[in-house]
């Protein structure tokens, strides 16, 4: 599973959805690329997809944001990732409280 995170406005702005030929990291631009939990991903959403498919493989980290610097954001996601990966319950939530 690849893990990458985006951030993008609320509004329009000068640059547009497409980046109006902007270079990444150019403000103005109505989207880019943000260090994993610094954008607008929820991945929680993801992690919670990914566990009802009964998923096991690896959280693949890309790591891309012009505004950081790359060792701090590259070690900081990786951490991030580690935090919002959880597991599966391995039962239905009411047969947790069933007595034996």
Do not use: Q
């Not at 989207?31 to 493989?57: C, P, Q």
């Amino acid at each position: 599973m690849h893990m990458k995170d985006a951030s993008w406005s609320k509004v329009p702005i000068d640059a547009g959805v497409f980046g109006g030929h902007t270079e990444f990291g150019t403000l103005g631009r109505y989207w880019d690329f943000r260090s994993l939990g610094h954008g607008n991903i929820v991945f929680e959403e993801i992690i919670r997809a990914l566990n009802t498919i009964k998923y096991k493989g690896p959280l693949s980290v890309e790591w891309e944001d012009g505004g950081m610097d790359r060792e701090f954001g590259a070690k900081e996601a990786c951490e991030f990732v580690r935090k919002v990966d959880f597991p599966a319950s391995d039962i239905a939530f009411d047969a947790a409280f069933e007595k034996k």
